[in-house]
Nanobody
Framework: QVQLVESGGGLVQAGGSLRLSCAAS????????MGWFRRAPGKEREFVAA????????DYADSVKGRFTISRDTAKNTVYLQMNSLKPEDTAVYYC????????????????WGQGTQVTVSS
């Protein structure tokens, strides 16, 4: 497994931007890719975006497509989530996770998780 630490959350007004970071350590070379999920109060954890460690394959939830961008810096073992045009409905705890085999939109496709970082978007 790998250890994941998220940072970059905070309070922002609607229409604003934030960039989340996820620093990975451990056996990162053995993992296929990374994903971002979020959990809003009273809701299930949902997929946001995912990216391969090697190559440029990415995937986005429809709700964030065109507003969020996932990227990675393999030299730093860090994955980023640039969030623009934020909406109040983007308020949630955001988690990064490591995918051992393939990119997935399911929670079950990831076996290592960070502790989460709170993002709050005010209207």
């Amino acid at each position: 497994q790998v250890q994941l630490v998220e940072s970059g959350g905070g309070l922002v007004q609607a229409g604003g931007s934030l960039r989340l970071s996820c620093a990975a350590s451990g056996r990162t070379f053995s993992y296929y890719g990374m994903g971002w999920f979020r959990r809003a109060p009273g809701k299930e954890r949902e997929f946001v975006a995912a990216i391969r460690w090697g190559g440029s394959s990415t995937d986005y939830a429809d709700s964030v497509k065109g507003r969020f961008t996932i990227s990675r810096d393999t030299a730093k073992n860090t994955v980023y989530l640039q969030m623009n045009s934020l909406k109040p409905e983007d308020t949630a705890v955001y988690y990064c996770a490591a995918a051992p085999i393939f990119l997935s939109r399911r929670v079950s496709g990831y076996d290592s998780w960070g502790q989460g970082t709170q993002v709050t978007v005010s209207s």
